[in-house]
């Protein structure tokens, strides 16, 4: 509240970087789900020990799903720095430049860290046919990005002191609104959806020491991901003027900075709410449902042949993929055990899973 002027200051950043967000049905219709209250409720639930197992797995589902949107498939180091990086995304300062500088570099290949903000106009574009370039989205000049950056951050700052602000909305306009300034040269996708991660946690929408693999959510239905960063792209697009030489790259003539200060971020929060609950209910409740009934049938198989856990594991995956049969080709690595043994882990194991879990194996589990 602004006392003199009876002024209620409902900006969601500051005079020189504030994105709206209308009070739209479908926002208002994804708050009426309490959406936290559910996903608190899944993790209460579950067994402690089901649960670590749990939060190892939707970590490094998160972060392969990042890097596959952006049609990568990282290495074990990179994606163990990635899944240390989301570890602490709720400490994370999101109000400090050297702390992006440090996880851009943790990030990306050594060969692309940068020290700073980028110094190059950068564009996302389609090479067509004649080898000529379909642009798609100009990024803020070069020249403007220390003073949009400085403005965002000021944002944030804002948004993790404001009780009353939604926690997803604050996200979708952190997140969003940092892709669309592209500070960096590489790692930008990446960082963005970090972000969305780092809010959640910050503001106590996710359930502390869990993650929503929201980036699967994206990577499953792509074309839904880029019409919401189409949105903003295709609405300023037409207010800048620029030249393009592939060998010495774009030059934008006009001051577009304007721009990309004050976007509608309502589409983009309607988007992310959908890729919330899409993966509460989908990532977060079908995994700890999967490693229930899992840990129970491995128990099943143990009380029939006591065998090392990693080959009873080994055992009840060939199981499930072959929906209930040890198929013939992986019946000769269980030689050790007999016919009648194989038979009964057969019964025992599919009984237990149409039992207690009669939904389809989630995907990328067997």
């Known amino acids: 509240m602004v006392r003199r002027q009876r002024i209620n200051d409902n900006l969601l950043g500051s005079g020189a970087y504030s994105p709206l967000v209308r009070r739209t049905d479908t926002l208002k219709a994804f708050v009426e789900k309490a959406l936290a209250e559910e996903a608190s409720a899944i993790v209460k639930s579950c067994d402690p020990a089901i649960l670590a197992h749990a939060v190892h797995y939707l970590f490094t589902q998160e972060t392969k799903s990042s890097f596959a949107i952006e049609g990568e498939a990282p290495s074990k180091d990179r994606t163990e720095r990635f899944v240390a990086a989301l570890m602490k995304a709720s400490v994370f300062d999101a109000t400090n430049k050297d702390a992006f500088v440090q996880l851009q570099n943790a990030i ?16 996302v574009s389609q090479t067509l046919p004649d080898y000529s370039e379909d642009v798609h989205f100009v990024c803020p000049k070069p020249g403007d990005v220390p003073d949009l950056m400085n403005a965002w951050m000021e944002m944030v700052r804002r948004l993790e002191l404001r009780e009353w602000i939604d926690p997803v909305v604050a996200a979708a306009v952190t997140a969003f609104g940092f892709v669309f300034i592209h500070p960096f040269d590489d790692g930008n996708g990446r960082i963005h959806r970090f972000l969305v991660h780092h809010i959640l946690a910050k503001l106590g929408f996710t359930p502390p020491g869990i993650l929503f693999p929201i980036s699967a959510a994206m990577l499953r239905d792509r074309r839904a991901y880029d019409q919401a960063l189409e949105r903003f792209s295709d609405s300023i697009l037409p207010f800048t003027r620029y030249d393009l030489d592939l060998e010495k790259g774009m030059v934008v003539h006009n001051d577009t900075a304007r721009l990309y200060r004050y976007f509608d971020a309502t589409t983009q929060a309607e988007y992310l709410y959908q890729c919330i609950e899409e993966t509460i209910h989908r990532d977060l409740r079908d995994e700890i449902g999967f490693l229930a009934v899992f840990d129970a049938a491995l128990r099943a198989v143990l009380n029939i042949v006591d065998m090392p856990n990693r080959r009873a594991s080994l055992l009840l995956r060939f199981i499930l993929q072959n929906k ?41 589990r067997l």
């Open 108 to 123: 990306v290949d050594p060969r692309y860290a940068q020290k700073n903000w980028r110094t190059v106009q950068n564009f």
């Open 324 to 364: 209930g049969r040890l198929s013939k080709g992986k019946r000769t690595s269980f030689s050790e055990i007999s016919d009648q043994e194989i038979d009964r882990i057969e019964k025992a194991v599919w009984g237990a899973w149409q039992d207690a879990h009669p939904a389809q194996i989630p995907e990328n």
